[in-house]
């Protein structure tokens, strides 16, 4: 391989494939980077074998091939170099790379190592890109970490007859987002959360396409990025059995007051399991923390209250994850009682739901 781009170009790209690199296996795969000249262009990739992330770049190439080199030594390099022509050439296994005054060679391992990266078909559903963006950003902090428990670490997607919903939980709140993308009437898949947080850092405005290519894996493309995965086996909660069909108490709040006052309820709740109550009380709601020897604190936030009123405690964590990622300035919150789930909806918006458990707490 010969072939010479500017280090601007190379740059975001690959630090976009960059973030799929996986150090918790033992393949040494999993750890490089594919670099692969061919026809003008040069495809950049690396695997965690779950996901495979892809982008090309134009080139100047006077000979096609490639090679695998260490990921995050090629980056760290890469982003030292000063803008500019940078020239990369692989000899015997070994990649040399010359920007300006700068040269380095980085040893490698052969590209026959790399898995093979799925073929795309010429033409997917298409997805846009707003719309697909912000059902993702709507429920992904929603899903869990763990990888203990691996098939809450995916969104579920399923298309109904009239709608195609997205949903995420970590069995202590849920979110759930309703759209009209057009995905085919049986689609039923549980994505992982990971692969979909590296489809929405592809180019800000980039149509998104979708398809179901070889070997049961899932694409996501725009024009030059992709992102392939495969579903999550396993059968996922039932997550229509918790979302509440009534509530008693139905309060319309400005978001931004919540946050401050959750944030400073906050302080005063580290030491406490991070608990702040909320009691809702004739248009009045007070949001509170204690903790024996650090302090307590308690803000008073005019709302508009319909029902009984009542107190229901949270984890401020979940509160201030959902609260940083929705967009309206408006909520509704909902409640039957201290014990059964906490429901927000954006107001005149019904297609958004987020639930958080309550948490049991004394007096």
Known sequence: ??????QEHLLPSLLFVGKNVSFKTQLPITQHVLLMAE???LRLATTNIETTTA????VKSDKDGG???????????????????????VKEQTLFVANAGYRATLPGIGTGEFPPIPIKKKKGTPLGKQEFVLAVKSVL???ATDEGRPLLTGIKIKKTKDQTLFVATDGYRLSLKRTALPLKEDFDRVIPGRALSLVLQVGEG??????????????????DFEVYTRAIEGEYPAFERIIPKTNSTAVTLDKETLVKA???????????????????????MTVSANTPQVGESKIDVDVEMEGDGGDIAFNSRFLLDFLSNVTADKLVFEMTGSLNPGAFKIKGDDSFLHIIMPVRVQG
């Not at 998104?208 to 493309?221: A, H, L, N, T």
């Not at 906050?266 to 009045?284: E, G, T, Y």
Request: with cysteine.
């Open 1 to 6: 391989m010969k072939a010479s781009l500017l």
């Open 39 to 41: 026809k003008g262009r």
């Open 55 to 58: 982008t090309t770049i134009a």
């Open 67 to 89: 090679i695998c080199v260490p990921s995050k030594l090629f980056i760290d390099l890469v982003s030292s170099l000063p803008p500019g022509k940078t020239d990369l050439e």
């Open 141 to 143: 902090y929603a899903a």
């Open 206 to 223: 980039e149509e998104v396409e979708f398809q179901e290519v070889e070997d049961g894996q899932i694409g996501f493309f725009s024009e």
């Open 262 to 284: 959750v944030k400073t309820a906050a302080i005063f709740a580290k030491d406490s399991a991070n608990i702040v109550k909320l009691r809702f009380d004739q248009n009045s």
